[in-house]
């Protein structure tokens, strides 16, 4: 059975910095592409980061993407937190596939697996 366990939401001011883990079980973790996506009420689950360290344009130099094959987690530090980055965190995974760019990662339905997301708010 596949799992996919986030941890490390919380509520924190603008400005501040929290660190996201995912703990991955059940499939082999190094043969499969990973992502981090968010959703915002009424808005559509967005790419954050993910693949060969892409990252979305809106948080690019803030936050930091990684992954530990050898204990199938991966991380995200997020820093300089903005009330626009409140949303519900999710990481994903899919069968590595030849990809090239950002785009080659940034979309959700190309994912096979999910976690059940870690609740990110960001007040000002």
């Known amino acids: 059975q596949v799992q996919l366990v986030e941890s490390g939401g919380g509520l924190v001011q603008a400005g501040g910095s929290l660190r996201l883990s995912c703990v991955v079980s059940?499939?082999?973790?190094?043969?499969?592409?990973m992502g981090w996506f968010r959703q915002a009420p009424g808005k559509e689950r967005e790419f954050v980061a993910g693949?060969?360290?892409y990252y979305a344009d809106s948080v690019t130099g803030r936050f930091i993407f990684s992954r530990d094959n050898a204990k199938n987690m991966l991380d995200l530090q997020m820093n300089s937190l903005k009330p626009e980055d409140t949303a519900v965190y999710y990481c994903?995974?899919?069968?590595?596939?030849?990809?090239?760019?950002?785009?080659?990662?940034?979309?959700?339905?190309?994912?096979?697996?999910w976690g059940q997301g870690t609740q990110v708010t960001v007040s000002s």
């Open positions: 994903a995974a899919r069968p590595r596939k030849f990809a090239r760019g950002r785009f080659g990662y940034s979309s959700a339905d190309e994912y096979n697996y």
């Open positions: 059940g499939l082999p973790f190094s043969s499969h592409d």
């Open positions: 693949g060969r360290n």
